[in-house]
T-cell receptor, first 109, second 117 residues
Framework: DAKTTQPNSMESNEEEPVHLPCNHS???????IHWYRQLPSQGPEYVIH???SNVNNRMASLAIAEDRKSSTLILHRATLRDAAVYYC??????????FGAGTRLTVKP | NAGVMQNPRHLVRRRGQEARLRCSPM?????VYWYRQLPEEGLKFMVY????????ESGMPKERFSAEFPKEGPSILRIQQVVRGDSAAYFC???????????????FGSGTQLSVL
């Protein structure tokens, strides 16, 4: 299975942009790149996903490298409520989303 | 449009008892997934069900654990003869269509925190 690599943790200051990286060097042509996040004591929630082109929604932006071997989730202005564990996942030939350890984002006031 | 509903939110059982966790998927969703999250760990896939069928149970422990998704009613994750190691948060998710080779997304419930005394 194609795997993703993310830093264990990152810190950001409130109101500043945050760039969360994800490496997926073994991605195949049909893999979608999904991002979910899990706030404390809650279930994960969908953030964004993409295939080849960069994507924007109300929560975040997803920048996908031209070779698709890496991607970056961008939070344009971090708030304290964005403190969570962020998961980068490839949807391949699986019946489910395979969650790794993710990146724990800390937002400092 | 209610989201994925899980109950109970918290469940306390003594060793040897049975635990039943319920999950009602989002309206219009017929695909249900169960995940387990041990303290300070990531989510681990357990089982994927469609109405009345278990599609993938590769993440389920071979003994004591079972899941169903009947034609009517919620999906049930059942743990028999619970042990302390079963203490964890159990999350249910649903999707409208299958995930394989699609851009479907999962919608998660708030989870059931199981504590085994």
């Amino acid at each position: 299975d194609a795997k993703t690599t993310q830093p264990n943790s990152m810190e950001s200051n409130e109101e500043e942009p945050v760039h969360l990286p994800c490496n997926h060097s073994t991605i195949s042509g049909t893999d979608y790149i999904h991002w979910y996040r899990q706030l404390p004591s809650q279930g994960p929630e969908y953030v964004i996903h993409g295939l080849t082109s960069n994507v924007n929604n109300r929560m975040a932006s997803l920048a996908i490298a031209e070779d698709r071997k890496s991607s970056t989730l961008i939070l344009h202005r971090a708030t304290l409520r964005d403190a969570a564990v962020y998961y980068c996942i490839l949807s391949k030939n699986n019946n489910d989303m395979r969650f790794g350890a993710g990146t724990r984002l800390t937002v400092k006031p | 449009n209610a989201g994925v509903m899980q109950n109970p939110r918290h469940l306390v059982r003594r060793r040897g008892q049975e635990a039943r966790l319920r999950c009602s998927p989002m309206k219009g969703h017929s695909h249900v997934y169960w995940y387990r999250q041990l303290p300070e760990e990531g989510l681990k896939f357990m089982v994927y069900l469609q109405k009345e069928n278990i599609i993938d149970e590769s993440g389920m422990p071979k003994e004591r654990f079972s899941a169903e998704f009947p034609k009517e009613g919620p999906s049930i994750l059942r743990i028999q003869q619970v042990v302390r190691g079963d203490s964890a948060a159990y999350f249910c998710a649903s999707s409208k269509d299958r995930l394989i080779a699609t851009n479907e997304k999962l919608f998660f419930g708030s989870g059931t925190q199981l504590s085994v005394l």
